[in-house]
Structure formats: structure tokens, C-alpha cells
């Protein structure tokens, strides 16, 4: 190597890498901390065996969007690791209920026929379901009618002004003396929450079912939050969501000669859904049109998404056979999103998959950085430790060694930032003893090739001559033993699970740096340094490292 | 001369391949032991393979153990497993809890210990996931020996690559066997710390076997293939003890930082593994996969010829001038040859320029 050449590769090495970590000091870029090292909340589920891929991504993406409802969330990282488990991390997390619960229970979606409307916005049918006595007290009865009515009335002219989240409270309360529950008759298996708490019973106040079971009647609504809150009662769920292939938003053109065209959502259903579909529009279709109980009820984690009737040319024999079928939502602007709205609530709102909760781990944030610092602590002592065996050993080579092990570190600072800052990734406790070995394996490239010169010189070459020749066999072997290095990391990287990735991907990195620091920092320094008096004069030059007196005084 | 400058300068004589038995018979004897131990003591295992719930504490007020697990046992959550871990840290180990039994433990816990509940760490396994993490790693450990084994076959020998495997199986199985004898938990980090052990065994043996090739290649068949891995053996044990020292550093570091100073129980499992495992990574490259490739191929029809032939020259010697390299080695060699391959004393070429 000319020295021309190695100073202007190694002057570009140097300023290259420093002004990079330089970059990155003064954007403010630095490598993200793994939940182990800054605190959190992780929690790994596991799906059953078999399930499809595609489902497991779609779950993904549900309780991705469920922890943004969080809030407070920075940066929540959800994976699918091997073929069935899928990891969560909140870095930050502190409400171990809340974060459970947005990742932990999946979401339901069922069709259940409707059995009632009830007339009243926000008032449970539940209520409208009431045994008429037959003593006489028939009055008793139509006050209740009466008193509900009126009170529907003030609910809904109250609904305008202010808001009508507790619409079904103000509605009971407005006749007090009165209880909304007496004579109501429940359907077979549901009860009141308040005097037997089991799946599908009745909230007390509102009336309706807290969380639906499949086989049970329930009482729905749709979402109050959004205004409206028309409340169904409805038989128990004829199509799960796993019977749906897939939903699809779609604009009709007017074709057939109707002024504007329609947004439409086109519902693909499995072999198996679509028999069920059929039967239960065949069903439903019995109804004469304009019949509330024409409808089915799109239901998704208890609150009602749509409630479309079947259309007027269904007939009661085959109901809406073939495995798909059309919900016509209207031609105007704000049915376009409802549209995309209930195609994305039927795609990815159910998850066909009951998820087990196998590991539910929180790290606080002391801990998190307590491991932190004794990571860096136990780093750079190591680091130190290695710096003065080397000069030991190698003298003047040995301080090559130690810038070229910050040349080192700063790549990997920089690489880490970089990767935190585009790619998400984060450095785990397990990636900075990936590090640490990686140091091991960088500092025994040195090794390899200062013995290297040292055998080149014992030989009888030069000093500028072996250093250039021992480079040439010494890379050859830091390329062979990288390599092994290498395979191994890439293999664990996309074959492991857990945190043994993080640690392969560090290992990974920390593989590439050490051969980008050997031949682009290493050999140039050296090859300048053999050409200087820390080369070839007194104890502390190459030539005394290599345990040869100096050629001038042979 | 002392050993220290021999060692220095890479003029030991140690004879590696000649006392091969007395290694072989060594690491026969810890894979016996390690594999008794393994199948009558067992590892154990944490409850990451397990399954259970683990809560760690900091410990700032130096509450007793006793009095932590009293609070435990009080608590009602069956058998449970209560240490000190680091300087100052209690950790808690129960069977699976449910979440409500968990927080009150962690509650009432952190009354005793007056921390704060939040700074609780928590893990609650179930019995699945460990073995999940490990079904992946010990697929990805085969696919990997594969590769390997095709790579070394490639760029160096097959037979090469079948005794490093040897070497790298004695090291696993040692490392496992420690992990048996001394009861120490196995944990994620663990089958980390193994992996890694398995990538720089391998990685010590391939610059071993590089070596070699490279003496091999240049000399050919002047000497036995024992004393070519004698001669390599040799030269590159400065390299060994430097490499191993060099990354023992760090990782003697990373175990007394964690352990006895910080108290990081990730940590120092981590270092732990590592540190017995770079140990016998570099045992085993020079004492069994050098001189177990040296029989190997002593086997081979070829090198059998060559023994015989130097036999009857009187001539195979275990030992071969180790010092003679790059592009003084042809003339070197002739100077050999011409003088009967007699081993040039060190001393001598030293001062020969």
C-alpha cells in the first residue's frame, strides 16, 4: 500500500465515520433503548396452532390501533414472531390494566337477525319487553309506556343540545318511583349483571349486554359516542366473523340508469358462511318489507357497526345464496367513508383467534436504567481493559488498536442511531452483549494480523513489506473466521425469536464493522505507521513489538 | 529463554499432537461428567421454560429475606422460591399467578420492602413460550452447524469441519454441564450466551485450521501431517491466548460490573455462560480439534506415505522448523531439506540475516 494511498483512505475513514457520529450527536439521533433498558410493558401472545398467517397480521394491525387509542404510548413496537406468537412492547407503559386490555381481547364480530327496534334512541328494548299483567293494573302499564315516551322525547330534544351518552340513564331516572326493570321478561340464559354476573348479562342501568356471547339474545346498540344510539334487540349471532373471507368498499356506477351511482360494500363469505348466510337472509326475508326484524345486526365487540335489511327481492326460499352479498349504503359523499368504515370493521374487526397470554413481563424504569448503566459501566471497562493489553502487548500497534476500537464503537453508535431512527430498531440488553463480543472479535482481527507481521518479520521481510504481506494472509483468515461469524448471526437473526434476534442483529453489525475497520482503518494506519520512527525504532515501535532488534543495528 | 518470550515470539515446542491422547481422554472424561450431570442433576430451568411468575424487587432498605419470604408464604401462592440477587434486590419466583393474585403479591411486597409498586419487574410465563424461544433457536442452531459444516467443507476441508463440530459439541456440552454441577438458572440470556459460544468456538477453531491449510499448502508433504499441526499449533498459540484474553476481558468485565456491582441479573447470567464458554472454546480448538483432524488425516493413504517415506528417512519427527514463512520459505525449505529436514533450534535462525 502506497503511502499516498493509505493516507487518503485513512483520513477519509476518520472523517467519514467521526463527522457521521458527529451527524448524529448534533440531529440528536441516538439508538433507541429496548424495553429491558429504558422500562416498559411487554406482553407475548400466542395464538393457536395453525392459525393462517394473514390472520395473525391482521390482529397485528388491529392492536395497533387500539394502543394508539391509548394515548400514551411512544412508539409501541407489535411483531409477529415465529408462526404463532405475537409480541408486544410499550416502551414507557406504566397502566398494565389498560395496555392488557387494548392487546388481550379480541374482537368479535357477529350477524344476529333483529328482533325489536326500539323506538326510543339510547333506550334498551329490554325495557319495551314487559309482561302485561292481567289484574287490571293495565294503568300501571301505560304509565310506563307513557312515562318512556315522554321521557324519549325530552331525550332526544336534550340529545341536540347536550349529550346523549347517558341517554338510557336520564330515561329511567325521569320517572323515579317507577323501576324500569319491573315485569320486564329477559330471554332464556341472560341476566341481569347485577343479580347474576355472567357473559351475555344485562348492564343494570342501561340495559344492555355488557359482552355478548354468540348463542344468547342480546341487546345492542349502536355507538353512543358517535350520537344516535338506536338500540336493537337481537337474536343470538347466526355468522361469526370467521365465516367472512372478506369486505370490500366498492362504488357502484349507475349503469342500470339511476341517477348516481351507490357506495357498496361487497361481503365475501367462506363455503361454510356462505350456507349460513344464506339460511339466515332466507330467514329473514319472511318478513314483510319494512319489518324491522328484516334487518341484521353487524356487530362488533358489543356495539352494533350496521344494521342493513334485506333487500325486497330476496325470496324466502333461498335467502342471499352464493357466498356474497352487497350492502347498499347511498350515493352521497359521507357514504364513502362509512362504506370503507364497515369494510375495514368486517376485514380486520374480528379476530378469528382467541389469543392465550403466554408471558406478561413489566420492567420499571429504574431496573431499565440501572441495566443501562451497568451495561455502559461494564462496556467501557472492558474496553479500557483491552486498550491496555494491547499497548502491553503490541506497543505503538496497540495504540492503532484502541482508535481503531473507537472507530469501531462510533460506527456502531451511528449504525444503531440510524437504524433506531428509520427502522424502529431497538438495542436491547442482549444486542450490547452482542456488542461486547463483537469487541472480542474485533480486537482478535488485530491479533490475526499483528502476529501476522510479527511471523512476516521473524521471516526476514522488511518491515514495510510484511506489514503490507500480512495483511494480504492476515484478511484472509479475519474473512474465513467472519464469515463463520457472519452465517451465524444472519441465521439466528431470521430464525430466532425473542431477544436471541436482538443480539443476532448486533453481532451482524458489529461483523460488517470489524472488516470495514480492518481494511479501511487498520491496514492504512499501519502501513503509515511502519513508514515512521514509532515503525522501526526503540521498545515501543512495531519492529520492537515483534521482539527483533531494529535493522539499523544489525 | 523463558516460556513468556517463546510464547511471545512463537518459538514454543509444545507438543499437541503427541500427547493427544492424554487430551482426548481429558475432555472425554468432562463430557462424561458434564453428561452425568445433566442427566442426574438436571438444569434448571427459569420461568421463561418453566412458566411462572417472577417478581423482582430493589431492596433499598435491606429488608431480610426471611421476612420476604414470610411475606410470601403468608400470601398464599403455594411453593415459591425467594433470593437476593445482585447487591441489593429480592426476587420472587411462584408458580403461574393470576393477575389479581399477582398484584396483590407485588402490593403487599412492596409495602414490606417500602418501594414503590410501579418499580415492580414483573414476568408472568406460561409453560409455552420458553420452549417456543428455544424450539426456534435450536432450529436455528441446526440450519447454522449445516451451513457451516458446508462452508468450512468448502473453504477449508470436510474433515476439518467434521472436527471442529466434534470440538464445538465438547464445548456445548461442557458449558451445559457446568450450568448442571453448579445449579445455576437457565435463562434466555443463557441460550444467548450458548449461541455465541458456538459462533466463537467455531470462530477460534476455523483461524486454528486456517493456519493449517496455509502451512499444508506450503510445504506439502515434507513433514507429517501431526507435525504440520504441531508447527501451526504453535505459532498461532500467542494468537489463542491473546484472542481469548482479549474477549475475556470484556466479558470478565460485563460479570464482575453486573453481578457484584450493579446488581443487572441479565447481565451477569450473560457473562457467565460466555465466560466458561470462550474458555473452552479456545481449549478445545488447540487441545481436541487440531490434534483430532491431525489423526484424522494421518489416516488418509497420502499422509501414510509420507509418514513411511520420512520414517525411513528417519526423519518424522513431530516437529517441524514452524518459523520459516512467506517468501523465505522456499529457500528455507531447500536449506532443509538438503540437511535432512533437521528442525532448525530457534535460537539459530533468530540471529541468521
Known amino acids: 500500500m502506497s503511502r499516498r494511498g493509505a493516507f487518503i483512505t485513512l483520513t477519509a475513514t476518520l472523517v467519514i465515520v467521526f463527522g457521521l457520529l458527529a451527524l448524529t450527536q448534533l440531529t440528536g439521533t441516538t439508538p433507541r433503548l429496548g424495553l429491558d433498558l429504558q422500562g416498559g410493558f411487554s406482553v407475548v401472545l400466542e395464538a393457536p396452532a395453525g392459525t393462517d398467517p394473514d390472520v395473525l397480521d391482521q390482529a397485528v394491525e388491529i392492536m395497533r390501533r387500539r394502543i394508539e387509542a391509548l394515548g400514551d404510548v411512544q412508539e409501541p413496537e407489535i411483531s409477529v414472531v415465529g408462526d404463532r406468537t405475537v409480541e408486544v412492547q410499550l416502551p414507557g407503559v406504566t397502566d398494565r390494566e389498560r395496555a392488557l386490555a387494548a392487546v388481550g381481547t379480541t374482537g368479535q364480530l357477529e350477524f344476529r337477525p333483529v328482533l325489536a327496534v326500539s323506538p326510543i334512541p339510547g333506550l334498551s328494548p329490554v325495557f319495551l319487553n314487559v309482561e302485561v299483567p292481567d289484574d287490571g293494573s293495565t294503568t300501571t302499564t301505560t304509565t310506563v309506556a307513557g312515562a318512556t315516551t315522554t321521557a324519549a322525547t325530552t331525550t332526544s330534544v336534550a340529545g341536540t343540545t347536550s349529550t346523549t351518552e347517558a341517554g338510557g340513564t336520564t330515561t329511567t331516572t325521569t320517572a323515579p318511583p317507577v323501576d324500569p326493570w319491573e315485569g320486564v321478561i329477559l330471554p332464556e340464559g341472560v341476566t341481569r349483571c347485577d343479580i347474576v354476573d355472567q357473559p351475555g348479562c344485562l348492564d343494570p342501568v342501561s340495559g344492555l349486554t355488557r359482552v355478548t356471547v354468540p348463542g344468547l339474545e342480546a341487546f345492542l346498540a349502536t355507538d353512543f359516542a358517535t350520537g344516535g344510539g338506536i338500540a336493537y334487540h337481537t337474536g343470538p349471532a347466526r355468522v361469526l366473523g370467521s365465516d367472512l373471507k372478506g369486505a370490500q368498499a366498492q362504488f357502484q356506477g349507475s349503469a342500470t340508469g339511476a341517477i348516481t351511482g351507490q357506495w357498496i360494500v361487497v361481503l365475501d363469505f367462506t363455503e361454510e358462511g356462505g350456507a349460513k348466510f344464506a339460511a339466515v337472509t332466507a330467514e329473514l326475508a319472511g318478513f314483510a318489507p319494512g319489518d324491522p326484524r328484516r334487518q341484521f345486526a353487524i356487530v362488533l365487540d358489543g356495539t352494533v357497526q350496521s344494521a342493513p335489511s334485506v333487500a325486497n327481492d330476496v325470496s324466502p326460499e333461498t335467502g342471499i345464496s352464493g357466498g356474497s352479498a352487497v350492502i347498499t349504503l347511498g350515493g352521497s359523499d359521507d357514504q364513502e367513508s362509512a362504506a370503507s368504515n364497515l369494510s375495514v370493521v368486517l376485514r380486520y374487526g374480528s379476530l378469528p383467534v382467541a389469543f392465550e397470554q403466554s408471558s406478561v413481563e413489566s420492567i420499571s424504569a429504574t431496573l431499565g436504567s440501572e441495566s443501562l448503566r451497568a451495561g455502559l459501566i461494564a462496556g467501557l471497562g472492558g474496553l479500557l481493559l483491552v486498550a491496555v493489553a494491547m499497548i502491553l502487548y503490541y506497543r505503538a500497534l496497540g495504540l492503532i488498536n484502541v482508535i481503531g476500537l473507537s472507530v469501531f464503537g462510533s460506527l456502531m453508535m451511528v449504525i444503531f442511531s440510524a437504524l433506531g431512527a428509520w427502522q424502529g430498531v431497538t438495542l436491547t440488553l442482549a444486542g450490547v452483549a452482542g456488542v461486547i463480543v463483537a469487541v472480542g472479535i474485533t480486537a482478535d482481527s488485530y491479533v490475526v494480523y499483528y502476529e501476522r507481521i510479527k511471523e512476516e518479520v521473524h521471516g526476514g521481510r522488511s518491515l514495510r513489506s510484511a506489514v503490507d504481506h500480512a495483511f494480504t494472509r492476515a484478511i484472509r483468515t479475519i474473512l474465513t473466521a467472519d464469515t463463520v461469524s457472519f452465517a451465524g448471526a444472519v441465521l439466528l437473526f431470521f430464525l430466532a425469536i425473542g431477544s436471541v434476534k436482538g443480539f443476532a442483529l448486533a453481532l451482524l453489525i458489529a461483523t460488517m464493522c470489524d472488516l470495514f475497520v480492518a481494511v479501511f482503518f487498520t491496514r492504512p494506519a499501519v502501513a503509515l505507521l511502519a513508514q515512521t520512527r514509532l515503525g522501526d525504532g526503540g521498545r515501543f515501535s512495531i519492529r520492537g513489538a515483534t521482539g527483533l532488534p531494529t535493522e539499523g543495528k544489525q | ?353
Open chain 2, 1 to 353: 529463554m523463558s516460556l513468556w518470550r517463546d510464547l511471545y515470539h512463537g518459538d514454543t515446542r509444545f507438543d499437541f499432537f503427541g500427547l493427544r491422547r492424554r487430551w482426548f481422554a481429558a475432555s472425554g472424561m468432562i463430557v462424561a461428567v458434564s453428561l452425568l450431570a445433566l442427566v442426574f442433576l438436571r438444569l434448571d430451568l427459569g420461568v421463561d421454560f418453566s412458566g411462572g411468575t417472577l417478581i423482582e424487587f430493589g431492596n433499598t432498605n435491606g429488608v431480610s429475606v426471611a421476612e420476604v419470604r414470610a411475606v410470601v408464604d403468608g400470601s398464599g401462592v403455594g411453593s415459591s422460591k425467594v433470593q437476593q440477587v445482585g447487591g441489593t434486590g429480592i426476587r420472587v419466583q411462584t408458580a403461574q399467578l393470576s393477575l389479581v393474585d399477582e398484584d396483590r403479591l407485588v402490593s403487599s411486597l412492596a409495602d414490606l420492602l417500602g418501594e414503590d409498586p410501579a418499580d415492580a419487574t414483573r414476568q408472568s410465563v406460561g409453560p409455552t413460550f420458553g420452549g417456543q424461544v428455544t424450539e426456534s433457536a435450536v432450529r436455528a442452531l441446526i440450519v447454522f452447524l449445516l451451513v457451516i459444516a458446508v462452508y468450512m467443507s468448502w473453504r477449508l476441508e470436510w474433515k476439518m469441519a467434521g472436527a471442529a463440530l466434534v470440538a464445538l459439541g465438547n464445548d456445548l456440552i461442557f458449558t451445559a454441564g457446568i450450568y448442571a454441577v453448579v445449579g445455576f438458572e437457565v435463562t434466555p440470556a443463557t441460550v444467548i450466551a450458548i449461541l455465541t459460544i458456538l459462533g466463537y468456538s467455531l470462530y477460534d477453531t476455523v483461524v486454528v485450521f486456517d493456519k493449517i491449510q496455509e502451512n499444508v499448502q506450503e510445504r506439502g508433504d515434507r513433514h507429517t501431517y501431526g507435525a504440520i499441526v504441531n508447527m501451526s499449533m504453535n505459532q498461532v498459540l500467542m494468537r489463542s491466548i491473546n484472542t481469548s484474553l482479549v474477549t475475556l476481558l470484556p466479558i470478565g468485565s460485563l460479570l464482575f460490573v453486573g453481578s457484584y456491582l450493579l446488581g443487572a441479573t441479565t447481565l451477569r447470567e450473560f457473562a457467565l455462560a460466555l465466560f466458561i464458554g470462550v474458555a473452552t472454546g479456545t481449549y478445545s480448538s488447540i487441545f481436541l480439534a487440531a490434534p483430532l483432524l491431525g489423526m484424522w488425516k494421518e489416516r488418509e493413504d497420502h499422509w501414510i506415505k509420507v509418514r513411511h517415506r520420512l520414517e525411513r528417512r528417519g526423519v518424522a519427527e513431530e516437529f517441524a522448523p514452524h518459523e520459516l514463512v512467506g517468501a523465505h520459505a522456499e529457500t528455507a525449505a531447500a536449506v532443509v531439506a538438503a540437511s535432512g529436514a533437521a528442525p532448525r533450534p530457534p535460537k539459530n535462525r533468530k540471529r541468521r540475516r
